[in-house]
């Protein structure tokens, strides 16, 4: 075949390689249902909004400590690596070479060596051979085979920064969160204390009452009732302390006396208004999962282009530079030099499918990252909706809870005054001393739940993306 149509046959062929998809954009809708939706949550918030120092010293411990994020970064390094490799495909391979090799042949073997011949010139049957030669080659990348290993390398490497950072996301709210759940316990506590402290002190009362004979032994009961009650809520609160100290211990890599010490420097819980979550395509922006699955469907395409252009031939070019001398010395003479440089077309003819199967394997993968990019969208869309409502009725919760014990703390104060005062007896107020209780427990929980509920909210809008902890 002649040179001109042969390279508009290897142009056609080139125009059928199949050229990167992305997928189809998942609907997003022009608005959360409940959302406020100017400004983003800032990077560092732990040190730049709440002024928590342990907060601070946790968060820094774990970001050091972590094996999640040093894992995450050898994966980075892996990927960088592979990118390394895929690069360097492209490039020329040139090799060295040096040998001895001694050759004997037989008098016996056939040829003119075994006849014998008056005047003929002597045969030598050993011979040593000495070379020494370089050996290039370079593949044209004709149908983009190399160029599209290496987009997709890229693309991976990419992924893994946006892993790290989802990893790293994941690391920060978890620190958080659980010392919002240690605080909240001991908020708990300390409401379970005070609410015992003044049971004790009705008891007292109480028990003036029924000696002086004032009022029946059963209010001196019922009062003795109520500090048990109060009481025996405590050790609770101190098992979900230490259960959350345990947690943090393994998220930090602190010792928990530290971090018992850092928990109980501080009674408030951590708290911050919640981020506005932007508009739902910041979304497909800023959270680093949704990133990261992007990225491997443009990876998985850029394999299936690599596959498609392995079914056509490799344009490549061979050049070779050699020495070859049978005696030591003669090896860098001119007469030792040898050589040849060409082009090479090679191909598969006959594979009884395997290329075609390799394509077809290549784009089941694609679709498979289409469908987990697709699915992460739609789970991270979810997210930030139960959490944008979690965020709201918390607030309104506490708000309701705030009156309620209001309220409660009243009829208290009056049912105290009233039973000191003989006109009622201690089942009034054993009565409003349950309902303050619970109104004060449930508020603490509530401030504890809408701490939790903000930072589930940060962690589902994305965080402080833009903020680089983990090298790329």
């Known amino acids: 075949m002649k040179p001109a149509p042969l390279l508009a046959l290897l142009a056609l062929a080139a125009c059928t390689t199949a050229q ?53 970064a050898a994966r980075i390094q892996q990927a960088r690596a592979g990118l390394g490799v895929s690069q360097a495909e492209r490039m020329p391979i040139l090799n060295g070479n040096g040998s001895v090799t001694f050759n004997r042949s037989s008098p016996n073997e056939g040829g003119i060596g075994s006849i014998d011949i008056p005047g003929a010139p002597e045969i030598d049957h050993e011979k040593v051979f000495y070379r020494a030669g370089i050996e290039g080659s370079w593949d044209s990348d004709l149908f983009g085979r190399l160029r599209a290993d290496a987009r997709a390398a890229s693309a991976r490497l990419d992924a893994a920064g946006f892993d790290a950072a989802a990893v790293r996301l994941a690391l920060v ?62 050790p609770k609160f101190e098992a979900e302390q230490s259960a959350r100290v345990a947690a943090l211990a393994a998220l930090t890599g602190l010792a928990p006396v530290e971090i ?39 990876a998985a395409d850029q394999d299936t282009a690599s596959a498609i252009a392995e079914r056509y031939p490799r344009l490549s070019i061979t050049a070779t ?24 077309l090679a191909g598969p003819l006959l594979d009884f499918r395997r290329n075609r199967a390799r394509v077809e394997q290549a784009r089941g993968r694609a679709s498979e990252a289409v469908a987990s990019y697709r699915q992460t969208v739609l789970r991270a869309f979810s997210e930030v909706e139960t959490q944008l409502a979690s965020v ?3 607030r309104r919760q506490i708000i309701a809870l705030e009156r309620q014990l209001a309220a409660a703390e009243e009829t208290t104060r009056i049912a105290r005054v009233q039973y000191r005062s003989g006109l009622t007896d201690y089942l009034g107020v054993l ?15 509530a401030r504890g739940d809408l701490s939790d509920a903000q930072l589930a909210l940060y962690r589902a809008i994305g965080g402080d993306f833009g903020s680089k902890e983990v090298s790329q």
């Open 392 to 394: 709201d009725a918390r």
């Open 321 to 344: 530079l050699g020495l070859v001398a049978t005696a030591l010395g003669d090896l860098f003479s001119a007469d030792a030099l040898t050589g040849s440089v060409g082009p090479g």
């Open 173 to 234: 709210t978890d620190v958080a969160r659980n010392l919002v759940a240690a605080r909240s316990a001991l908020a708990r506590e300390d409401v379970a204390q005070a609410t015992t402290r003044s049971a004790r002190e009705s008891l007292e009362v109480s028990a003036r009452k029924v000696r002086a004979g004032l009022v029946p032994g059963i209010d001196l009961t019922r009062a003795e009732t109520l500090v048990a009650e109060t009481a025996s809520a405590v």
């Open 20 to 72: 990167p998809r992305s997928p189809a954009v998942q609907s997003v809708p022009p608005a959360y249902a409940a959302a406020r939706t100017a400004g983003l949550p800032p990077a560092d918030w732990w040190r730049n909004r709440l002024g928590d120092p342990a907060l601070a010293r946790l968060v820094a411990a774990a970001l050091a400590n972590s094996p999640d994020l040093a894992a995450a």
């Open 260 to 298: 018992r010490s850092l928990v109980e420097s501080e009674l408030d819980i951590p708290h911050f208004e919640a981020p506005a979550a932007g508009v739902p395509s910041d979304l497909l922006l800023r959270r680093p999962d949704i990133v990261a699955a992007l990225t491997r469907v443009a």
């Open 431 to 445: 009565d409003a001393e349950r309902t303050a209780n619970r109104a004060r427990d449930q508020l603490a929980v």
